[in-house]
């Protein structure tokens, strides 16, 4: 069973960075694709960043002017994902969960929806004070 941890979470301020990581256990994280969402207590969950089992190609949200901020990458040798997250506002401020794809080819279709992901981690909290 393919179980996912996050971890890099916390308290910044506006402006700030972080670095969220994502361990992928119980399978290789080279045959996953692999994503980011967040999710606040008022919003769905919603689509931040993918990039393929190979890292070869990354997607990011358009909605939340996530791009230009956040970079994914993966570093499959560490069976690890990660999410840099640069120069935070205050409404970057939600739980952050981690997901991973078998890889197949309709992912290409639903992969900024909860539905293109088979697995979840349980988030990392991030927090962004002014």
């Known amino acids: 069973q393919v179980q996912l941890a996050e971890s890099g979470g916390g308290w910044v301020q506006v402006g700030d960075s972080l670095k969220l990581s994502c361990t992928v256990s119980g399978g290789s994280a080279s045959t996953y694709n692999m994503g980011w969402f967040r999710q606040t207590t008022w919003k769905e969950r919603e689509f931040v960043a993918a990039?393929?089992?190979?890292?070869?190609?990354?997607?990011?949200s358009n909605a939340n002017s996530v791009k230009g901020r956040f970079t994914i990458t993966r570093d499959n040798a560490k069976n690890t994902v990660y999410l840099q997250l640069d120069n935070l506002r205050l409404d970057d401020a939600a739980a952050y969960y981690c997901?991973?794809?078998?890889?197949?080819?309709?992912?290409?279709?639903?992969?900024?929806?909860?539905?293109?992901?088979?697995?979840w981690g349980q988030g990392t909290q991030v927090t962004v004070s002014s």
């Open positions: 990039i393929t089992a190979s890292g070869g190609r990354t997607y990011y």
């Open positions: 997901a991973a794809a078998i890889r197949r080819s309709d992912w290409y279709s639903y992969y900024r929806e909860t539905r293109g992901w088979d697995y």
